[in-house]
């Protein structure tokens, strides 16, 4: 079974730094995809990144990056130039190929301040 | 484009009662989720429906729950009795296919207390 793991319950910033968040997970298969969802207070989750594990090259969307090592099985999330907006859970999350189940950790709050 | 609607928003019940959620996914998804978000935790799938087949109840604990996709567009999702262990958030997400190909669009959820 595939298992994420998010090991820093909460994470603070100030106005502008870069912040990491880390995850690692637990698998057995080769191919798969990994993602950062992002939930503020609203509790609606919205997608921040997401990366195909047979690529080597790391995302990037705007300010978001992830560092992606597979055969460590970590993938961390850079957050560049933080904002307010950004205050947030962040959840990092698996799904196997083949299938459309993602499997969440227990995510990270993150808290940017001014 | 309208989001993932779900209603209501919050609810509170004694143990034993029996509770519905409602979700109007974004028109023309053809899959559709719910997760449960237990505080503290990261949400878990429950069901997910293609039109109106299930494809993965696996994790749907169906002496107490049940789920149904009427028409292939709005879900409802029941319990019946409720435990206190079910106190928690009710996520429904829909896409217009696969979910890895064309994104999930979740709503805000409802969250359930039981007292």
């Known amino acids: 079974a595939q298992t994420v793991t998010q090991s820093q319950p909460e994470m603070s910033v100030q106005e502008a730094e870069t912040v990491t968040l880390s995850c690692t997970y637990d698998t057995s298969e080769s191919n798969y995809y990994l993602f950062w969802y992002k939930q503020p207070p609203s509790r609606q989750m919205i997608l921040v990144i997401r990366?195909?594990?047979?690529?080597?090259q790391n995302a990037t969307e705007n300010r978001f990056s992830v560092n992606f090592q597979k055969a460590a099985k970590s993938f961390s999330l850079k957050i560049s130039d933080s904002q307010l907006g950004d205050t947030a859970m962040y959840f990092c999350a698996f799904m196997k190929v083949d299938t459309d189940k993602l499997i969440f950790g227990t995510g990270t709050r993150l808290q940017v301040f001014p | 484009e309208a989001g993932v609607a779900q209603s209501p928003r919050y609810k509170i019940i004694e143990k034993r009662q029996s509770v519905a959620f409602w979700c109007n996914p974004i028109s023309g998804h053809a899959t559709l989720y719910w997760y449960q978000q237990i505080l503290g935790q990261g949400p878990k799938l429950l069901i997910q429906f293609q039109n109106n087949g299930v494809v993965d109840d696996s994790q749907l604990p169906k002496d107490r729950f049940s789920a149904e996709r009427l028409k292939g567009v709005d879900s409802t999702l029941k319990i019946q009795p409720a435990k206190l262990e079910d106190s928690a958030v009710y996520l429904c997400?829909?896409?217009?296919?696969?979910?890895?190909?064309?994104?999930?669009?979740f709503g805000s959820g409802t969250r359930l207390t039981v007292v």
């Open positions: 990366q195909e594990a047979y690529k080597q």
């Open positions: 997400a829909s896409s217009l296919d696969s979910g890895w190909t064309y994104g999930y669009t």
